[in-house]
């Protein structure tokens, strides 16, 4: 059967779709052009037309797959400016509805704590600049820190969001749990930090 003809932005689209698609199901390792060019019933020669090498695919399949969770989490975070707690717990809802192969293959990037190529290394100090970038006004704003420790604050947050994704993974614990436990956890960082710069 042949395959339909697709522009160049819906060929790169459903080339990245397929690659996502790879990393969720079996993680990071599987992704290559050949396995890329199987799956999309497409040549390798066309592949190299759009990614110039397994670098470069990578870096596009990380920044496709992390693209729909940030843009979910900004929206959130503008949408409740003014309750930072409110605005932190419905963030984690997004997490949480996120499938769990994209969730740990995103967190294996962001933690880079399996990859030895430094291509990886520049993508998760990326994401994780990003990721923190959009909290750290929120908390400055609500702690009275300064950037640095605010930005140090947005990062604790988020390694407690990842947690709490592992958790219900590992069906430790129930989303509805999760999103208590990491509702309480603001909370208390809040109050805490809320002491501290009050003392």
Not at 9 to 29: E, N, Q
Not at 42 to 71: C, H, I, P
């Amino acid at each position: 059967m042949a395959r339909p003809y697709l522009n160049k932005t819906d060929r790169k689209k459903m080339l990245l779709d397929t690659a996502a698609s790879i990393v969720d199901k079996r993680g990071w390792g599987a992704l290559s052009m050949i396995t890329l060019a199987e799956k999309a019933s497409v040549s390798r020669q066309l592949l190299y037309q759009n990614f110039k090498s397994v670098g470069q695919l990578t870096e596009n399949t990380a920044d496709y797959m992390f693209e729909d969770l940030y843009s979910a989490t900004q929206a959130v975070l503008s949408d409740n400016d003014n309750d930072i707690i409110k605005a932190i717990r419905e963030a984690q809802a997004v997490l949480l509805t996120f499938p769990p192969g994209r969730v740990q293959a995103l967190w294996n990037i962001i933690s880079h704590n399996s990859f030895k190529e430094q291509h990886f290394a520049k993508i998760s100090r990326r994401f994780r600049r990003l990721i923190s970038n959009l909290y750290t006004p929120h908390i400055m704003k609500l702690m009275n820190l300064d950037k640095k420790q605010a930005g140090q604050t947005a990062w604790l947050l988020m390694m407690s969001f990842w947690g709490a994704q592992q958790l219900v993974n590992d069906k430790s614990i129930s989303i509805e749990d999760a999103s208590t436990l990491i509702t309480s956890h603001v909370e208390w960082i809040v109050l805490g930090r809320k002491a501290q710069s009050n003392r």
